[in-house]
Nanobody
Framework: QVQLVEFGGGLVQAGGSLRLSCAASGRMFRSYAMGWFRQAPGKEREFVAIISQSSSITYYADSVKGRFTISRDNAKNTVYLQMNSLKPEDTAVYYC????????????????????WGKGTLVTVST
């Protein structure tokens, strides 16, 4: 069982930056690939980024490539999402999630099947 809690959301102007954090409970954090997803008002939840257990593999949605960076610190049981050059269309609730595997379907945005989810943190980007 893994419990996930997101931190760091808030209001930022377009072009600004935010760093989200997700703290995980339990000693098995390093056994899970960790991902970030988001859900904008009126839209379905979508994949943002994912990182492998050892940080050797990362994938990003095309919409955030070059602007967002996912990283993790296994010693602190924490995964991060550094978001730069934010746009109003990045406004959403951002969710942290864990899975023992990196699914191609998740990376390709076909589904959002992960094993554990946080409750989300709201990011609002103003014009």
């Amino acid at each position: 069982q893994v419990q996930l809690v997101e931190f760091g959301g808030g209001l930022v102007q377009a072009g600004g930056s935010l760093r989200l954090s997700c703290a995980a409970s339990g000693r098995m954090f390093r056994s899970y690939a960790m991902g970030w997803f988001r859900q904008a008002p009126g839209k379905e939840r979508e994949f943002v980024a994912i990182i492998s257990q050892s940080s050797s593999i990362t994938y990003y949605a095309d919409s955030v490539k070059g602007r967002f960076t996912i990283s993790r610190d296994n010693a602190k049981n924490t995964v991060y999402l550094q978001m730069n050059s934010l746009k109003p269309e990045d406004t959403a609730v951002y969710y942290c999630a864990a899975s023992t595997i990196i699914s191609r379907a998740v990376v390709d945005g076909i589904d959002t099947g992960m094993e554990y989810w946080g409750k989300g943190t709201l990011v609002t980007v103003s014009t």
